[in-house]
């Protein structure tokens, strides 16, 4: 199956690692491989090593680089990328790419019940194993279903809708996208449904859940710091606010040099920067870009580099 996806930031992402011919890099998000191309056309003798833990992606990028002997080809979620790496017996890289979020080819492949405007079985596993959205949606209380749409969408009405949830599959197990969209749908106010599609925030929270998203960028975040040469960088493409958050919080951290209190005339605690923040705020689509695809419209690029 072709893995089909509109790379965004696609040079500025690229640009940012810096990449030199002889390097070793990773993306971590290989996805339909349009970064990693871009990767690999800078180097020489340098190695690529693309990540994924889709099947669908893994078959893709497979068949675009087979031949290439600078391409390595890796099964698996980037939040484990430093025992992926280390098993393949790579201690330290120049540069991490991860572009955070689902896929053009996970939304519109209806199979794979990512969108709510597509009929289709109630699903949204990024590594097509473990727990279905389903799966949550039926079994989960509804105090923690309203903490998952409050917390992960920022949903208002996330109570509300839980609820609805729970009165729903009193009756009939909720199996399908359109059925959770529409439950969503009645159980938010009129003026509400006027704004976008009332599903959209609910879906992006079940979604993060079933997937373990924020969990997983915070130790892929750490995973590509500890494995970075000094001087290597690490560029993150992000599509909503809490992701953003988490990226930008990782990478002040990690900037961060001296906590004493002003008043010390001498440094007790030790901590010097890690890393150099090279985007002191986070590089947007063009407006070229956002014409050509509206889906980059929320993307923001942040980029740092190990001291």
Known sequence: MEFSHVTVLLREAVDGLDIRPDGVYIDGTAGGGGHSAEILSRLTTGSLYSIDQDPDAIATVTERFRGDSRSHIVQGNFGQMKRLLNDLGVP????????????????????????YHEDAPLDMRMSQSGETAADLVNTLSVGEL?????????EKYAFSIAKG?????????IETTLELAEIVKENVPQRVRRDGHPARKTFQAIRIAVNHEL???????????ELLN???????????????RIVKQFMRDKAEGCTCPKDFPVCVCGKKPQVKIITRKPILP???????NPRARSAKLRICEKL
């Open 165 to 173: 949830i729970a009165r729903y599959r009193e009756e009939k197990p």
């Open 215 to 225: 969990d997983v960028l915070e130790t892929g975040l750490q995973d590509a710091f």
């Open 92 to 115: 330290a890289v120049d540069g991490v790419l991860l572009d955070i979020g689902v896929s053009s080819h996970q939304l519109d492949e209806r199979s794979r019940g990512f969108s």
């Open 146 to 154: 309203s903490r998952i749409i409050s917390l992960y969408g920022e």
């Open 286 to 292: 063009s407006e070229e870009e956002l014409e050509a």
């Open 230 to 244: 000094k001087g290597g960088r690490l560029s993150v493409i992000t599509f909503h606010s809490l992701e953003d």
